[in-house]
Structures are given as C-alpha cells and as structure tokens.
C-alpha cells in the first residue's frame, strides 16, 4: 500500500541529537495518528489529530513533540531522546465521520534506534 | 480506564490446524476491528464488525462480535504459512463525548511446517 508514506524508514540518533520523523498521506482522511511499536507494548497510541486539531496525547514524553501543519502531513520532532525510545513508530490515517472511527491506514514505519 | 484484553498472546500451531485469538472490552464497544501485522510489516486492516452478533467471513477467516458487544474472536480454519503474523482487534468507544479506539496487545501466531 502507498497511500500512506514515512521518512524516513531507518533512524540512528544520538541521545542529544534533534531529529524529525515525517508522514504523508494520500488517501483524502481528515485523522492521523502517532503509534509506537516495541517487544514490550505492541501497539501504543502516542498522539491523535483530528481536523489537524490534537484530540488525544496519551500522556507521552515532552521530548517527542508533533506536528500536524494540514490534514495530509504530520510530523513527529525528536528531542534528547533516550535508548528506551528505540522502537518502530508507525503513523496512521482514518477517516472520523460522525461519532465513529473508520479503518486506520498505516505507513511502513520508522524503524529508530537511539544510541 | 477502558481496556481491551487479547488472548492468548503467543500461539504455536501445525500448518493446517485451526487457531482462534479472543478480544474482550471492559466496556461496551460500538466496533470492533480486526489488522494483521506480518513480520516486518505494518498492520493491515481486515474487517470491521458493528452489530451485536454479527458474523463475517473472509475465506477461511470468521470474525464474530459477542451479543453484548464486549468480546470478539477471529477463527482462521486449516491454517497456512501465510497465516503468519501478529493479530490485533481494535474495540472503538464512545467515552466522556469523545470517541476512541483502542487497541488489543495482540496475538502473534507462528506455523509449524
């Protein structure tokens, strides 16, 4: 599937290092998530934007700041980040109409690792 | 808070046996959804069921959603080598006005040849 992109696929990062992970999606969705995936929590909602409008921080880490300038992009800016950061994080697309949520789009994912 | 449990975890099964992964809510649920994550993969959206009861099936897939809207099950039959993966529901809530979807822990599924 192509209709939802991620830059970049790899990323190796110092601890004091600032880095920016990127989304895109092509699929027309008015929502886009954040999700981190490691061994010991396989799929964790970090944040949710709605309307490019933040409707859910699940109580993440200031060090990770997003970023949602339209509906199609989203950002996730990396900041001192520590080793036990290193997971895959994945962004995702929906269309929210209603009062329901419809299927999540994923990307590929950015596979991290802090050093 | 609301929760949604997925078991078992981790399943091992001969290549042609049947498996089943369970998902229960804490609360009432008005969707449940079902992804498939392969190996180095992303999740992949499968179905998604809404009412109470509701049986669909994909293939040798059949997801069902309990009468009280609280627990759903996937049930794969004869499985293949390309069963493999990891198995996520995803139980969508209205709470406090807002609506969420949460995701199970999963379960990953290995074949033996």
């Known amino acids: 599937e192509t209709g939802v992109t991620q830059t970049p696929r790899h990323l190796v990062m110092g601890m004091t290092n600032k880095k920016s992970l990127k989304c895109e999606q092509h699929?027309?969705?008015?929502?886009m998530y954040w999700y981190k995936q490691s061994a010991k929590k396989p799929l964790e909602l970090m944040f949710v934007?709605?309307?490019?409008?933040?409707?859910e921080n699940n109580s993440v880490p200031s060090r990770f700041s997003p970023e949602c300038p339209n509906s199609s992009h989203l950002f996730l800016h990396l900041h001192t980040l520590q080793p036990e950061d290193s997971a895959l994080y994945l962004c995702?697309?929906?269309?929210?109409?209603?009062?329901?949520?419809?299927?999540?789009?994923f990307g590929p994912g950015t596979r991290l690792t802090v050093l | 808070g609301q929760q949604v449990m997925q078991i078992p975890q981790y399943q091992h099964v001969q290549e042609g046996e049947d498996f089943t992964t369970y998902c229960n809510s804490s609360?009432?649920?008005?969707?449940i959804q079902w992804y498939k994550q392969r190996p180095g993969g992303h999740p992949v959206f499968l179905i998604q069921?809404?009412?109470?009861?509701e049986v669909k099936k994909q293939k040798r897939l059949t997801f069902q959603f309990g009468e009280a809207k609280k627990n759903s099950s996937l049930h794969i039959t004869a499985t293949q080598t390309t069963d493999v993966g990891t198995y996520f529901c995803?139980?969508?809530?209205?709470?406090?006005?807002?609506?969420?979807?949460?995701f199970g822990k999963g379960t990953r599924l290995h074949i033996l040849p």
């Open positions: 995702a697309s929906s269309w929210i109409g209603g009062s329901s949520y419809n299927e999540q789009f």
């Open positions: 699929l027309g969705h008015n929502a």
């Open positions: 934007y709605n309307f490019k409008e933040q409707t």
């Open positions: 609360t009432t649920l008005s969707n």
């Open positions: 069921l809404v009412k109470s009861g």
């Open positions: 995803a139980g969508g809530a209205s709470m406090n006005r807002d609506d969420k979807i949460i």
